[in-house]
């Protein structure tokens, strides 16, 4: 099969699988809700002061929905020996892991499409700046998060305590986009700089992992 | 290099001795700080040494994923473990030197900041090492180590634009340096080259023997089985 | 003063740490070593 052929299949199941049992997306919605509420107890801000730490609080909440989503990125084709099957087919690695790539990407997406009303609404967020930007800022910051860690979710499903070692793994190298994404959403939310430079930085830092990830994963794969 | 190993030993004492003279009465006095400022003899070249480890550490995971040959993977283990503790000096001498100079222990300064993050990066592939079942983990540690490396550039370029934006106390010292001082500072990287090398080496022939004995262990294992 | 000794004497207990914890290694190893030459020279 070719290459799109099969990660359009894999994506395909995916979605399906996870459309019939929304296992992801209501774990990942109650996990950033609890965020927002827990937040709430520790900032009460004014309308300025929130677009300050908006930025902030946004992205640690759309982080830790991510490593909900992303620990259980392979936990489902493990379970099957899914992945011995993938290792054994003529199918490319990169299709499988591109296919699990944008699936949690759509996953990812969909839950900060459904929380950023929720946002707005909790911390009277109103963007100063352009706000057609946020658009780019949260594809690419998404992106960044999502490729790094299902390259790092694969690692990690061959160690022990799988679940402490994908944040472990994947935070420290998130750093530069996480700085990124923080400061182009304040940036945009307080119309005080351009989000300009940081959108390149995410830029970037997408093509440079995304191209690394992609050239390493057949290795992690084939480790046995 | 068995040999070599006991003049190595004398080298790096030798040279340690005469840059740590150097640094606490030969280099003058520094105008503004004091005396203070002369942690800034231990506190630079530790993390220079910990970038040429890193640096390694990165030729070394490149190496073993093409060629897979084990030496590489111990190299890469040893410099990453030896650059961790180099960091780690420059860590803890960084607050030491910031609280009577800036009155605070920590700063989220450039510097201070980028270092701690790649002090998270490495010490997250030293934890990968140790968490992984054995085979593959010099595998996933060399991808570890090849994204790690790959980061580093960001990290520092983001955080320094972020600090221009945002100013915040720099610790370290930016401007010129007296020659004299320069001096001194060179005087203690070589010292501190020097006990890297050392340690580096001695930790190798640790992990040599370590897998050694793994194998011979399992080896037995394998014929009490099959007795 | 206390502050540049203290910065000097905690670079040497970290490297100390470190190198006693590489000696404590060693003699583990070299015990595992002399056990397995006891039960090839057993054999």
């Known amino acids: 099969m070719s290459f799109?052929?099969?990660?359009?299949?894999?994506?395909?199941?995916?979605?399906?699988?996870e459309w019939r049992s929304k296992d992801a997306i209501n774990a990942m919605l109650f996990f950033s809700l609890l965020v927002v509420v827990i937040f709430s107890f520790a900032f009460e801000p004014t309308a300025e002061e929130s677009r300050k730490i908006a930025g902030g609080l946004v992205w640690v909440?759309?982080?830790?929905?991510a490593i909900v989503v992303l620990n259980q990125t392979w936990a489902r084709e493990l379970r099957n020996h899914v992945l011995d099957a993938y290792r054994m087919s003529p199918a490319s690695a990169n299709s499988l892991f591109l296919a699990k790539a944008f699936g949690n990407f759509i996953f990812v997406i969909v839950l900060e499409a459904l929380m950023t009303p929720l946002f707005i609404a909790f911390y009277r967020l109103g963007a100063i700046g352009p706000a057609w930007e946020l658009v780019p800022i949260a594809t690419l910051g998404t992106w960044a998060l999502v490729v790094n860690g299902t390259f790092f979710a694969a690692i990690s499903l061959r160690t022990r305590s799988r679940e402490v070692m994908l944040p472990l793994l994947l935070f420290p190298i998130s750093v530069p986009a996480l700085l990124g994404m923080v400061n182009a959403t304040t940036a945009v939310l307080t119309g005080e700089e351009s989000a300009r430079f940081w959108i390149t930085l995410l830029v970037a830092y997408d093509v440079v992992f995304t191209i690394a990830c992609l050239l390493l994963f057949e290795t992690i794969l084939e480790a046995e | 290099m068995k040999r070599g190993f006991p003049i190595l030993a004398i080298v790096t004492?030798?040279?340690?001795?005469f840059a740590l003279y150097e640094a606490l009465i030969g280099a003058p006095t520094e105008r503004s700080m004091g005396d203070v400022q002369r942690i800034f003899y231990y506190h630079v070249p530790s993390a220079w040494t910990a970038f040429l480890l890193f640096s390694v550490n990165f030729g070394a995971s490149i190496a073993y994923l093409i060629k897979r040959r084990p030496a590489a993977d111990m190299v890469a283990l040893t410099s990453a473990e030896v650059g961790v503790v180099f960091l780690t000096v420059n860590l803890v001498t960084g607050p030491i030197w910031a609280r009577p100079v800036w009155g605070i222990w920590w700063t989220w300064d450039w510097r201070l900041t980028s270092t701690l993050v790649m002090w998270l990066i490495y010490v997250s592939y030293l934890l990968l090492r140790r968490f992984s079942a054995g085979g593959q983990a010099p595998l996933l540690a060399a991808a570890l180590g090849v994204l790690g490396a790959l980061c580093v550039p960001f990290v520092y370029f983001s955080i320094w634009f972020f600090r221009t934006q945002h100013p915040s106390p720099v610790i370290g010292g930016g401007g010129s340096l007296d020659p004299r001082m320069a001096h001194v500072l060179l005087i203690n990287w070589a010292a501190f080259l020097c006990l890297a090398w050392l340690v580096c080496w001695t930790r190798y022939q640790l992990e040599v023997a370590k897998r050694q004995v793994e194998e011979a262990q399992s080896l037995e294992s394998l014929l009490d089985g099959s007795r | 003063m206390t502050y540049l000794y203290a910065a000097y004497i905690a670079t040497w207990v970290i490297h100390g740490t470190y190198l006693a914890i590489l000696v404590r290694k060693y003699s583990k190893i070299r015990r595992e070593m002399e056990s397995l030459k006891k039960v090839a020279s057993g054999q």
């Open chain 2, 13 to 17: 004492a030798v040279l340690l001795s």
């Open chain 1, 61 to 65: 909440a759309f982080l830790f929905a």
């Open chain 1, 4 to 17: 799109l052929a099969v990660m359009r299949a894999t994506l395909a199941k995916d979605l399906r699988l």
